[in-house]
């Protein structure tokens, strides 16, 4: 996803899309994995991606997370983009609204 400044909820390919991912949070903190997805769908670095402390602590991100049963999950919003994380590892970027 390319983020031009205007606002736009618009894929790469022209359309609104998501991207879903297994992670193990054991090995990957969910932090970094939202991170990593964000950056996917952007195109760019992680590097490049507004950090996600701007959104969320990402400290107890990781340790909400780790502390979770698997059925549950955790929704907020970085950038224009909805992130959903669940126990189980699964993880979920898309544009906001959709």
């Known amino acids: 996803m390319t983020d031009s400044g205007s606002g736009e909820n618009v894929g790469r390919d022209g359309t609104d899309q998501t991207i879903s991912r297994q992670f193990d949070w054991d090995e990957t903190p969910p932090s970094v994995a939202v991170i990593r997805l964000i950056s996917v769908m952007m195109n ?5 991606v507004e950090p996600l402390g701007e ?3 990402p400290d ?3 340790r909400l997370l ?5 059925g549950s999950k955790l929704q907020f919003t970085h ?3 909805s992130v959903l994380l669940y126990g189980d590892g699964t993880a979920s970027i898309s544009p906001e609204g959709h």
């Open 55 to 57: 959104s969320v602590d």
């Open 66 to 70: 780790l502390s979770m049963d698997e």
């Open 79 to 81: 950038l224009y983009l």
């Open 60 to 62: 107890a991100l990781d």
């Open 44 to 48: 760019c670095d992680p590097t490049a």
